[in-house]
């Protein structure tokens, strides 16, 4: 019953290693989003896209760039790993128009849908 | 920068308790959502309450929201071991992104 499957649990890797983070989803969704998580800070949202080839900034992107080639998969790049990227990785997943909700009877349960993580330590 | 901040950070109760936490945002919302994180693992979706909305139930959860204050609860009635886990507050706005707050971590014990 996996919707929105990331790549790794855990991940290790070297200073100024180019980092390759990918998130895929089984539900037709536009909307991918990736967070990150720290402590204290909770989640932030680096990059998302609302269709394919299309991507957007989010609040931290410096350090990260995206790549969604197709509508299931949505990775998150790296360039050249740093320790200050050292943290926990969420990929998420939702429909287009959630302004189109609020006409929707059917959206009791609605939101995104994450996946279980990444946790990436870089050394 | 955070949209939502809950309160308390960090919130410890015996079983059968009612646990109760509360979300401030800034700006307009278009509706608001709570999320539910286990240790180390992703965040799944408990429920949402749009911004014409007052009050809201699921189960042993109700969510009040009151934009004028730009606030927000989640009370979680008769809680249970398995009920411990951080919570989110998590506010949409316009385009459909989602502000996260830095979450209140809830330990139930038994």
């Known amino acids: 019953d996996v919707k929105v499957t990331q790549s790794s649990r855990y991940l290790v890797k070297r200073t100024g290693e180019k980092v390759f983070l990918e998130c895929v989803q089984d539900?037709?969704?536009?909307?991918m989003f990736w967070y990150r998580q720290d402590p204290g800070l909770g989640l932030r949202l680096i990059y998302f896209?609302?269709?394919?080839?299309?991507?957007e900034k989010g609040d931290i992107p410096e350090g990260y760039s995206v790549s969604r080639e197709k509508k299931e998969r949505f990775s998150l790049i790296l360039e050249s790993a740093s320790t200050n990227q050292t943290s926990m990785y969420l990929c998420?997943?939702?429909?287009?128009?959630?302004?189109?909700?609020?006409?929707?009877?059917?959206?009791?349960?609605?939101?995104?849908?994450f996946g279980s993580g990444t946790r990436l330590t870089v050394v | 920068s955070q949209q939502g901040e809950e309160d308390p950070q960090a919130l410890s109760i015996q079983e059968g308790e009612n646990a109760t936490m509360n979300c401030s945002y800034k700006?307009?919302?278009?509706?608001l959502q709570w999320y539910r994180q286990n240790s180390g693992r992703g965040l799944v979706h408990l429920i949402l309450?749009?911004?014409?909305?007052r009050e809201k139930h699921s189960g042993r959860l109700r969510v009040t929201l009151d934009t004028s204050k730009k606030s927000s609860s989640l009370l979680i009635t008769a809680s249970r071991a398995a009920d411990t886990a951080s919570y989110f507050c998590?506010?949409?706005?316009?385009?459909?992104?989602?502000?996260f707050g830095a979450g209140t971590q809830v330990v139930v014990t038994p």
């Open positions: 998590a506010s949409t706005d316009s385009w459909g992104k989602l502000q």
């Open positions: 539900m037709d969704h536009e909307n």
């Open positions: 896209s609302y269709d394919v080839k299309m991507k």
């Open positions: 309450i749009r911004s014409n909305e």
């Open positions: 998420a997943s939702s429909l287009l128009d959630l302004l189109l909700l609020q006409e929707y009877r059917d959206t009791e349960n609605y939101g995104y849908t």
């Open positions: 700006t307009s919302i278009n509706n």
